[in-house]
């Protein structure tokens, strides 16, 4: 119950017929979306389904070889309807992995297309061992 | 628990016994939704309805717009299609392979007929948002009582 919307000292307002159309105020979800991870010697790919989420409000972080990606998703409302069937929720997804190998942060490359964010971490490549020839007499 | 990593939002180094009990859990899941309407079925749908028209919406991320089929029948709505397999690279590793792939198919009951030549589709960011308007047989109508 919300109480702190009444005002106080103000006549009693008649109750308004009940307002189904309007979303529950509860805080917004956070999921984790279901992924795929694969890793060739040179990359990890890491595919998550983030339905409903523009590219401007997918945020991706990697800090040493942990990755890290948020996508904040606008529910969507229509006036006038009253909801009937809810089977996903629309709130934040989140997630985050390690990676047992360091990440070349200035190649990760991340895409969306149909609802689906596509992240590419090609793994920092250690220093080549120097072959030395020696000579032996 | 395999289910404190989805919303405790910890990073979780990879442990491939972890993984593998983890993929089987998702793909029991997968095997076992049903395809009846009010079930949890694939794909999730939000359904929104007002005295006229409904809207059903559905996330079907990674499902490109002509491998959906919407077809309507008096009052039940079906949503076919299939979902395309990301092409690996080559030598890859799977560590984690939650997305399901393959064929999907849901038929929703909706609260009245439907004016099928007017349903209209819109597919964005993989989320698709069907409306339907009610069949103009099938609105409630208002009866003038004459007086005598």
């Known amino acids: 119950m919300n109480t702190e919307r009444q005002e106080v000292g103000t006549a009693a307002e008649p109750i308004p017929p009940t307002t189904a159309t309007e979303a529950p105020k509860r805080p917004l979800r956070v999921r984790a979306p279901r992924v795929d991870v694969t890793e060739t010697p040179q990359a990890y790919f890491v595919i998550a389904d983030v339905p409903g989420v523009p590219m401007n409000a997918i945020d991706v972080t990697v800090e040493e070889n942990r990755l890290e990606f948020s996508a904040r998703r606008t529910p969507a409302h229509y006036d006038g309807y009253t909801p009937a069937l809810r089977q996903y929720e629309e709130g934040e997804y989140r997630r985050a992995f390690s990676m047992p190998e360091a990440i070349e942060r200035e190649k990760i490359h991340a895409d969306l297309r149909d609802g689906v964010l596509r992240i590419t971490l090609p793994k920092a490549q250690p220093a080549q061992p120097h072959k030395v020839s020696v000579q032996l007499g | ?148």
């Open chain 2, 1 to 148: 628990m395999l289910r404190t990593q989805r919303f405790g939002f910890s990073a979780p180094a990879w442990s491939p016994a972890r993984d593998f009990t983890r993929m089987q859990h998702e793909m029991d899941r997968f095997f076992q939704r049903g395809n009846d309407s009010y079930a949890p079925g694939f794909p999730p749908v939000n359904v929104f309805t007002s005295e006229d028209q409904v809207i059903v919406s559905a996330e079907l991320p990674g499902v490109a717009a002509d491998a959906v089929d919407i077809s309507v029948l008096d009052d039940t709505l079906t949503i076919k299609g299939a979902r395309a397999a990301d092409e690996k690279p080559e030598g890859a590793v799977a560590h984690h392979q939650e997305r399901g792939t393959g064929d999907f198919s849901r038929k929703i009951q909706l609260p009245f007929r439907v004016e099928v030549g007017s349903v209209d589709a819109s597919f964005e960011n993989g989320v698709l948002e069907i409306t339907l308007p009610r069949a103009e047989v099938d609105r409630p109508r208002r009866i003038a009582v004459k007086s005598a």
